[in-house]
């Protein structure tokens, strides 16, 4: 299928069609694309939520045990978070937004690398497995302008590798969303905006938020392609964001990706979502959920069975709690290191408050 | 050596640092085959191409993103901020990412990139044209904050600034773009960034400036030679960090001091060169630190543009009220 590219013309209603493969019954609706006729594919991409859901409940906790700052969880957009990640090659680069741990773990960022950001080390944003991927953006929306800084290096050096950005729905009522799209459009960079379009940005439905039917058709503005695709089917996400990149790895410029899901908990840990989001249509995005989904269909194909299904959960919750233990046994950083890493070197003029600052904390 | 005006040579380290690297970038608004509103990139684009000298869409925020995300990957983007008047979107960007990404990211990405503004005020030009705001950024950790004041050091201090491997806001005093010519020999040499300069040396009361003001409190100093006083003034040029030794040690040898500039006087650069003299060298102080600056008012249009900014004369009258001071007088008559 051809990436759709929608002009606007004097009179037009955007048709955006979902791509969905997969329905809720994990019953195939339309005949799978290759990498998802792999049984081992499948199964990784399970595992794979999987884990996203156990870092999760586990962060949860470690929160409420006052070792963790704030944190977003993803329950209900594993299909997105992961499906990003398994779409991109891993010499591509991904600017991330804040609720990426399932791209992260994907590209070879350790959990206990996302602990120790969320727990408050800046190590965190350290990756040691990916050097060149940025780090975690929580002002909204400011990282789709730096992705296009870095497509924009990309082109000029004249790699053949593409970015990925995500962000929220929320994110795209933001002028940078606009900004970045209209530049990476006008220079056709190698840059896929990837939306997690969860329905919620904190407590303001998306109702409240967009005028438009869908977020792809933002792209309309800009003339650039964009598809949206059921972000509670893997497939689809997969399938979306491979057409995007194959888009940029042939020098054709920007897409617009829109995933859509349902935030089915808190905003972060310090939010209470029972206080905005409907009880029933919380219940409703519960029987669409992507690991649910999924799982219904390796059944049904026999690739996956409760045994199985034992072996993968237990196999992710020791992974989880094995960066549990690195991540609790990690002493704090240095006092002095708020200053050693602001400036390559650091001007002498501040060379003095730093020697207070380690007289001041010295046992 | 040539002779050439501020923008000219400006114009020339630009050039001097494209043709030596080629991961240097220069863009912004009206940069390209315009040469920039102030001409300051004349003719950059047709030397290095528009690969590397281009125009980008009309939005300070995302050029401020866009460099930031060029540097983090090793490019070196020398951005220009049309006035600093419409810097104020990109400051998000700014604050909350170039300044901290070698933190944040415990040195795994870094941005060295330059954000170069026109600032300042008196060439007439419309509202929002004309402020001085240096101190905003003076108080972000993490940057660099450069404002030149001759063709010379503009040079040799944009060099430094582009080959510098972390932010820089590079202030550009558009009054005096054009105001004096100076030899500026093309040699490709940096200058240090946390140096000021001593422009004259004088022996009764400092008075340390920077950018365009420099040219009323160098009169001013002339003038005052004639009566007797001896001012000397330091280009302060980089404004954080700030080089407290010159200061201090031209402190300690007239015991008098005197800060001008532009921008309005509360939370200015001067109030934090006053409390350096303060914690520092208090006790060399021979009569009270008086700032010359604008007032704390909206910076007028142009009809009032001139009874804003400190003039020779208000610079003359205040070095003038600070030499009449004695501080150890006034403790000796409280003993």
Not at chain 2, 89 to 115: E, K, W, Y
Request: with cysteine; proline share 5%.
């Amino acid at each position: 299928m051809e990436v759709a590219t929608y002009r606007a013309k004097a009179k037009i209603k955007t048709e955006i069609n979902q791509i969905q493969f997969l329905n809720q019954e994990g019953q195939v609706i339309k005949s799978l694309p290759k990498f998802a006729e792999s049984p081992d594919t499948l199964l990784t991409l399970y595992e794979a939520m999987q884990q996203n859901r156990i870092l999760d409940e586990r962060m949860v906790n470690l929160n409420r045990m006052g070792k963790l700052s704030t944190y977003p969880e993803a329950t209900g957009q594993e299909g997105f978070s992961v499906g990003v990640g398994y779409a991109m090659n891993s010499d591509d680069y991904c600017v991330y937004y804040y609720r990426d741990q399932g791209t992260q773990m994907m590209r070879h960022i350790k959990p206990n690398e996302i602990m120790a950001y969320w727990g408050g080390d800046e190590r965190g944003n350290h990756f040691q497995n990916n050097t060149t991927d940025m780090p975690n953006c929580v002002p909204i929306a400011t990282q789709y302008t730096q992705a296009a800084g870095v497509a924009f290096a990309v082109k000029y050096k004249e790699k053949k590798n593409a970015v990925v950005v995500t962000g929220g729905d929320g994110s795209t009522s933001k002028g940078d969303f606009y900004e970045a799209m209209n530049v990476a459009a006008t220079w056709q960079l190698p840059l896929v905006f990837a939306i997690n379009n969860n329905q919620w940005a904190i407590s303001v439905p998306l109702d409240q938020q967009t005028h438009t039917a869908t977020l792809a058709e933002k792209a309309v503005a800009v003339n650039m392609p964009c598809l949206q695709a059921d972000g509670n089917d893997i497939i689809a996400v997969i399938y979306a964001m491979q057409l995007a990149l194959e888009h940029a790895y042939d020098g054709r410029g920007p897409t617009l990706i829109e995933a859509v899901s349902y935030r089915r908990c808190n905003h972060t840990t310090a939010d209470d979502a029972t206080r905005y989001q409907p009880a029933e249509a919380v219940k409703a995005a519960q029987a669409l959920d992507p690991i649910l989904r999924l799982e219904k269909y390796l059944l049904a194909q026999n690739i996956l069975t409760e045994e199985k299904i034992r072996i993968i959960l237990t196999r992710c919750k020791d992974n989880i709690q094995a960066s549990i233990d690195i991540f609790l046994q990690t002493p704090k950083p240095k006092p002095t290191d708020m200053f050693d890493w602001l400036y390559e070197t650091l001007p002498k003029q501040y060379q003095e408050q730093r020697q207070a600052c380690e007289g001041d904390h010295d046992a | 050596m040539p002779e050439m005006t501020m923008a000219e040579a400006i114009n020339l380290a630009l050039a001097h640092e494209l043709k030596h690297d080629d991961n240097v970038i220069v863009f912004g608004e009206d940069v390209g085959k315009n040469g920039g509103v102030f001409r300051v990139t004349d003719k950059l684009q047709q030397r290095f191409g528009d690969k590397r000298v281009f125009d980008t869409p009309l939005a300070e925020n995302m050029i401020a993103g866009l460099a930031i995300g060029m540097a983090t990957q090793g490019l070196k983007p020398v951005a220009e901020f049309q006035f600093m008047g419409f810097i104020y979107p990109a400051i998000d960007q700014i604050l909350n990412h170039a300044a901290r990404m070698r933190n944040r990211t415990r040195g795994r990405l870094s941005c060295p990139l330059v954000f170069r503004a026109p600032y300042g005020g008196g060439i007439h030009a419309p509202e929002h044209h004309s402020e001085s705001t240096e101190a905003l950024f003076a108080h972000i950790p993490g940057l660099r904050v450069v404002i030149p004041s001759s063709p010379a050091r503009a040079y040799g201090l944009l060099l430094a600034a582009i080959r510098n491997p972390d932010p820089i806001i590079f202030l550009e005093p558009k009054r005096i773009y054009r105001l004096v010519k100076q030899n500026v020999d093309n040699n490709g040499q940096a200058l240090p960034l946390d140096q000021s300069f001593i422009l004259r040396e004088g022996s009764d009361i400092t008075l340390i400036s920077w950018g365009a003001m420099l040219t009323e409190s160098l009169q001013a100093a002339d003038q005052l030679v004639k009566e007797n006083i001896s001012v000397e003034v330091i280009d302060l040029a980089t404004i954080k960090p700030i080089d407290t030794e010159t200061i201090l040690n031209s402190v300690a040898k007239t015991g008098r001091c005197v800060i001008v500039h532009e921008a309005a006087k509360t939370c200015g650069v001067g109030a934090e060169i006053a409390a350096i003299i303060a914690e520092k060298a208090l006790y060399y102080l021979t009569a009270p630190i008086k700032r010359i600056t604008g007032y704390d008012t909206v910076m007028p249009y142009k009809q009032l543009e001139n009874d804003y900014m400190p003039s020779t004369k208000r610079i003359i009258k205040g070095i003038k009220s600070v030499m009449q001071e004695n501080l150890s007088g006034v403790i000796d008559e409280h003993i």
